[in-house]
């Protein structure tokens, strides 16, 4: 039965999302019918509506301080249960607070399933992104992977209503709507990244894997080309199709296209390039029975974050070109994988020595890498699950970023601030670069004992013909052992958010070079 599973099955929650509302303050009709309410408490000035049935003394007696990160559970039997959230001192609840408070809130009424949750007044955050961080943290958090199960897990939410603050007026009532708005369309996103990432490797191949992307890229605006064995060939893709030596289902190529309405010679343009290894045993160089290992379903979290990224930007009125290439293959071991010693030629004509098979990541992305740069484009950012390495660095929460161009590495970091995807720069040493030179061919593709996520952007930067680039390894935060809020335990879904909120705020990153060099020479010229 489940070897019929159609492969759209196993990524319900894209079509699966709660209704979510918004009503204005003091509406009576404003909380319809819900099960639980979220209502914000301002740390150093606790206050509750009457109608809870618990005054502020009791509240605070109860540990309810307003501190940021608390809730108090108040269950109620003529009305729905509250749970009382601190947002910190008035004006401090930023995003990442709020994001925090609105997954506590829907965690502490585990079994309900239509929720209300009200906007602080006063926040730290504007309307619109308290209503989008808060709207994140609800649906992140109650977020499960059900659909191999006989019954599903807990209780799935059905509706949620955000509320407005009660100071609000009706242009921040429209600012929340915005916000909600966004909110529902990017988390979204992280849940469809997360299915992808968690449906086992025999049920989602790379052949699963490009149709997925073609239904979910008809209903959302995108244009899909798919590329198999004989047009990789054609390609030269000689990477892609090494790997893909030892399994027995073909690769495929993904490229997505979006195009804003309206585009022109004008239009920022970004590439994005994503590792979809369905599957990573090592290959040859085989990894051991660990825990580690059985993780590497996800070894495709870069191409499903690219996916799940470009499926929200016309719902999120993006105004970048996008093309996203996902470089889908499992590495397997057999008679026919990549042998250590062999050679392979990378799109545009690079040798490559295996002198490893499990570092497979790096020989994928070349050729979408060299694809990506013979295209009119702004820059190029990708994103792979590459390194053990990088995970020892930063531990099992940041990503690593490393790019050839700061502007660029300074929007990365910068959206993965706003998403509360944690991403830290790591540096692209040239000086380890001799470490990849090879006997026999242009590069070696893996380098000496340390510094291996250095060596393997280093790799990924020979191919990018020096269009401004930046590379983000998550082997770390694709995989989350302890669960806590919105970040639930299993496949994370990171990057979606991330590169979603990259492609909105994108900026040529040429042109920002230009004008940080003006204005330091004309700062100059003035002092
Ligand atoms: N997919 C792995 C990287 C990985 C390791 C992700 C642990 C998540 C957790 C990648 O293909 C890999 O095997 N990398 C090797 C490279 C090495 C052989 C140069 C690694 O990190 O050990
Ligand atoms: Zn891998
Ligand atoms: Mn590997």
């Known amino acids: 039965m489940a070897q019929s599973m159609a492969a759209l099955d196993l990524i319900p929650s894209w079509s699966r999302v709660p209704r979510v509302d918004v009503a204005p303050a003091r509406d009576p009709e404003a909380v319809r019918d819900p099960e639980a309410v979220g209502l914000p408490v301002v740390q150093g000035a606790v206050a509750v509506p009457a109608w809870i049935g618990l005054g502020p003394g009791a509240v605070e007696a109860a540990g309810m301080t307003g501190a940021a990160g608390r809730v108090l559970l108040v269950p109620r039997e003529d009305g729905p249960d509250v749970v009382l959230y601190g947002t910190g001192p008035e004006g401090a609840a930023g995003p990442d607070v709020l994001r925090d408070a609105g997954a506590a809130v829907a965690l502490a009424v585990p079994g309900r399933s239509r929720l209300a949750v009200v906007v602080p007044s006063g926040a730290g955050a504007k309307p619109a ?16 992977f059900d659909p191999l199960k006989r019954e599903p897990s807990g209780t799935a939410l059905e509706a949620v209503t955000v509320v407005a603050g009660s100071d609000s007026d009706s242009d921040s009532r429209e600012a929340v709507e915005r916000g ?23 049920l989602l191949t790379a052949p699963d894997l490009a149709e997925v992307a073609v239904r979910l890229g008809a209903q959302c605006g995108l244009k899909v080309e798919v590329f198999g064995q004989r047009e990789l060939e054609e390609l030269g893709c000689g990477g892609l199709l090494g790997v893909n030596r030892g399994g027995v289902d073909e690769a495929r190529m993904v490229k997505l296209t979006y195009l804003p309405s309206g585009a022109g010679d004008g239009t920022p343009r970004l590439a994005l390039v994503g590792k979809g290894i369905t599957y990573d045993s090592g290959g040859i160089s085989l990894k051991p029975a660990d825990a580690v290992h059985a993780t590497m379903k996800n070894d495709m979290s870069g191409a499903g974050a690219i996916l799940a990224a470009l499926c929200v930007l016309a719902g999120l ?18 008679g026919s994988a990549l042998k250590l010693g062999d050679v392979l030629w990378m799109r545009g004509g690079t040798s490559v020595e295996v002198v490893n098979a499990d570092a497979e990541g790096r020989l994928v992305m070349a050729d979408a890498l060299v694809l990506a740069g013979e295209e009119p484009g702004d820059a190029i950012v990708d994103i792979a699950t590459l390194t053990g390495a990088c995970l020892r660095a930063l531990g099992a929460e940041t990503a690593g970023v490393f790019g050839n161009a700061q502007p660029l590495v300074d929007q990365v970091l910068d ?42 952007a280093l ?13 983000i390894d998550i082997a770390g935060p694709a995989q989350n052992d302890k669960p806590s809020g919105w970040r639930t335990k299993g496949c994370t879904g990171f990057g979606a958010r991330l590169l979603a909120e990259l492609a909105l705020a994108f900026t040529p990153p040429s042109t920002a070079a230009r004008t940080d060099s003006t204005r330091s020479i004309s700062e100059e010229a003035g002092r």
Not at 180 to 202: C, I, K, Q, Y
Not at 317 to 334: I, Q
Not at 423 to 451: C, F, H, I, T
Not at 462 to 468: K, L, Q, T
């Open 129 to 144: 992104e308290a209503a989008q961080a808060l709207v994140e943290g609800v649906l992140l958090a109650r977020y499960g």
């Open 180 to 202: 909600v708005e966004r909110g529902v369309w990017l988390a979204r996103a992280t849940m469809l990244a997360r299915d992808l990432a968690s449906a086992p490797p025999s």
């Open 317 to 334: 009125g993006c105004r970048t070109a996008v093309t996203g290439y996902l470089m889908c293959t499992d590495n397997m071991p057999s």
């Open 415 to 456: 959206a993965a601030a706003r998403t509360g995807e944690p991403a830290w720069q790591l540096p692209l040493s040239r000086r380890y670069r001799p470490e990849l030179d090879s006997e026999v061919a242009d590069l070696k593709n893996m380098g000496g004992p340390n510094g291996g996520a250095i060596h393997a």
């Open 459 to 471: 790799f990924l930067e020979e191919f990018v013909a020096g269009r401004p680039w930046a590379h």
